[in-house]
């Protein structure tokens, strides 16, 4: 069978992505994007890859897991084939320990992580005083640090996808959309417009944006591992610069302007990690993020087109998750096999609106 020719809607972490393993698999790919590569969500400055606690284990948290671990190649062979960087490193996260309870929480996740990680990373808990001088001030005198988390710079990383991409043999178009053939595969990956979209088409609510707003400090850690505590991510980046964040706003005005909010974030931020107090705030950057009803990422075929497929949903864990879900998306759009785990179907989150 001739492989399809691809066209993606969408130049963030899930469209270039899919596009970029398509491309690496033979695929003629075209990308649409309306305005810019990166110019919502994964534009964005955090860029924190951080995994769900390993209790409870289920399909979702696999997936994530598997993505998680096949990241380092997938980023790396980004670089390789663009001639740029991403900013990738598996460095590693802390946290705080601040109750007795979630001392015994953090011994039990121990377990949990020998047995659903398997030895390919691990959950421990350590002494705050093996780490004084960048972890938080904890409580209990101990940490937690797992060693799976990862950083990458958004901006770089989607500006080295497009390359990776063009580099490939597939084509980036700004602002109009012109179909290869009616061989054509058209994947729609356009984040809070086309979860917007699919509520209207559908009559049923798919997901919607919810805001966050970050900030970048001219603060150099880039060997450092990874913070969280208070509900704020240090990532320390290669370039020299720490980013923090993020808000999580469900009702907003104005998707792409700071405020407030953000203020109020840096100064936790300061009290939360003195390190980075005198730093200066030398970006400050706001987004609605694609939030699915199910809070998980959506992929699969478009419900009533034929050869459309979807992937939407990033939120909060879109690069993270972004390797796995173009690999299991493309196999799906290019060979057929559906290999998608049904919390992330398209069925999940149209419901009855389908049928």
Request: net charge negative.
């Amino acid at each position: 069978m001739a492989m399809p020719e691809i066209t993606v809607m969408g130049a963030g972490a899930f469209g270039l992505s899919v596009a970029y393993v398509c491309a690496k698999a033979g695929a003629k790919v075209q990308v649409v994007e309306k305005t810019a590569v990166g110019a919502g969500a994964s534009g964005g400055l955090v860029g924190a890859l951080a995994p769900h606690t390993p209790e409870r284990w289920d399909d979702k948290k696999q997936f994530q897991l598997e993505s998680l671990l096949m990241a380092e190649g997938f980023w790396r062979g980004v670089e390789a084939d663009s001639g740029l960087v991403t900013g990738y490193e598996r460095v590693g996260r802390l946290q705080p320990i601040n109750t007795p309870r979630i001392l015994e929480l953090s011994h039990e996740r121990t377990n949990y992580a020998e047995q659903h990680w398997r030895g390919e990373a691990s959950w421990n808990v350590v002494r705050y005083e093996d780490h004084v001088g960048w972890a938080p001030q904890s409580k209990t005198g101990f940490l937690v640090h797992d060693t799976l988390s990862a950083r990458l710079h958004p901006r770089l990383a989607t500006l080295a996808l497009a390359q990776a991409v063009t580099r490939l043999g597939g084509e980036i178009i700004i602002g109009r959309y012109t179909p290869v053939s009616s061989n054509t595969k058209v994947i729609w990956a356009t984040g809070v417009d086309g979860l917007h979209q699919l509520s209207e088409e559908f009559g049923t609510q798919v997901g919607s944006g919810e805001k966050g707003q970050a900030a970048l400090l001219g603060y150099s850690s880039a060997n450092q591992t990874q913070l969280f505590a208070d509900s704020i991510y240090v990532v320390p980046h290669a370039n020299g610069t720490t980013a923090i964040g993020s808000t999580t706003e469900r009702y907003f005005e104005k998707a792409d302007e700071t405020d407030q909010h953000l203020d109020d974030l840096i100064a936790r931020a300061f009290e939360t990690f003195p390190i980075l107090a005198n730093a200066p705030v030398i970006e400050r950057w706001a987004s609605a993020r694609p939030r699915s009803f199910t809070r998980a990422p959506m992929i699969g075929k478009y419900p009533n087109r034929d050869g459309h497929f979807i992937a939407n949903g990033g939120f909060k864990i879109g690069f993270g998750m972004a390797p796995k879900l173009a690999q299991t998306l493309a196999a799906l759009v290019l060979e057929g096999n559906d290999a998608i785990p049904d919390h992330f179907s398209v069925e999940a989150n149209l419901g009855s609106a389908t049928a």
